[in-house]
């Protein structure tokens, strides 16, 4: 039986790092990350922008240093302050994944189940086909109306609105 070879952090830089983040380290192995969209892109800067506005510092993409054998990059973290270094290297206050087309959920489920390992305060999934939001609580997803004190419908109002104001500026 043929055995994968796990990646040193090292080597997968060396073969991924030029990829534009497509990649995540996982325990040794290259997983790929979901192409972004424009939903998407908007979803993480609202989310931000909201978690901002609520007192946290936000950040988008943001590689989690916080075990050598992982570097995920959530959607979303936000934190109370920010970290002395370039990378988070502790848990972050909030933590958003934003569900997207073709993602793989039993991935999903493992890295939150690590980001609540690894000491992270709030985990969330945000799913934009139903315009739900779940959070990550010892092993299981609960559906939620409130993402870190933001109504949920806060949320999807913004969108909304960002796209009303694209369509009318574009007639």
Request: hydrophobic fraction near 35%; proline fraction near 4%; charge should be negative.
């Amino acid at each position: 039986m043929a055995t994968a070879i796990k990646l040193s952090f090292e080597q997968f830089q060396e073969q991924y790092g030029q990829s534009n983040g497509a990649y995540e380290f996982w325990y040794g192995e290259a997983v790929p990350k979901a192409m972004p969209t424009w939903l998407h892109a908007l979803l993480q800067k609202i989310i931000g922008r909201l978690l901002d506005e609520k007192g946290f510092v936000s950040g988008g993409e943001v590689e989690l240093r916080i075990v050598t054998e992982a570097h995920p990059r959530p959607d979303v973290i936000a934190v109370t302050k920010l970290p002395s270094g370039l990378y988070q290297t502790e848990g972050a206050a909030v933590v958003v994944e934003i569900i997207s087309e073709g993602d793989d959920l039993r991935y999903l489920r493992e890295k939150c189940r690590r980001y609540q390992e690894w000491g992270c305060g709030r985990i969330y999934a945000v799913d934009p086909s139903d315009r739900s939001v779940s959070e990550w609580r010892d092993g299981s997803f609960t559906k939620q109306f409130n993402l870190a004190g933001i109504p949920t419908q806060r949320i999807w109002e913004v969108l909304d609105s960002v796209y009303s104001e694209e369509r009318n500026s574009q007639q």
